[in-house]
């Protein structure tokens, strides 16, 4: 079984910044992708980005060109760095293995991300 802990979120401005961390329990992190999501106030969890083993990364339409995903493998984490945060973007973020289009493991905590002015 492998344990997520998400770290790193925040009260931010309009227009401002946070990176996020996920780390993962398990020595066999590095073979599998993995995925940031996120659930806002009643909507359903969505996801926002992908990192594959080898370092292809996918985006959600709506962050694309503001976040960006990257992982370590050494360390067994993965990171979501968020720029130009906007209101829309608050919401409880979370990190998972993926396959296909299911998760793998159970959620983590969480980290909440709130933007506001």
Request: include cysteine; charge should be positive.
């Amino acid at each position: 079984q492998v344990q997520f802990v998400e770290s790193g979120g925040g009260l931010v401005q309009p227009g401002g910044a946070l990176r996020l961390s996920c780390a993962a329990s398990g020595s066999i992190f590095s073979i599998y992708t993995m995925g940031w999501y996120r659930q806002a106030p009643g909507k359903q969890r969505e996801l926002v980005a992908l990192i594959s083993s080898g370092g292809t990364t996918n985006y959600a339409d709506s962050v694309k060109g503001r976040f960006t995903i990257s992982r370590d493998n050494g360390k067994n984490t993965v990171y979501l760095q968020m720029n130009s945060l906007k209101p829309e973007d608050t919401a409880v973020y979370y990190c998972n293995a993926r396959n296909g289009d299911y998760v793998l493991y159970a959620w983590g905590q969480g980290t909440q991300v709130t933007v506001s002015s």
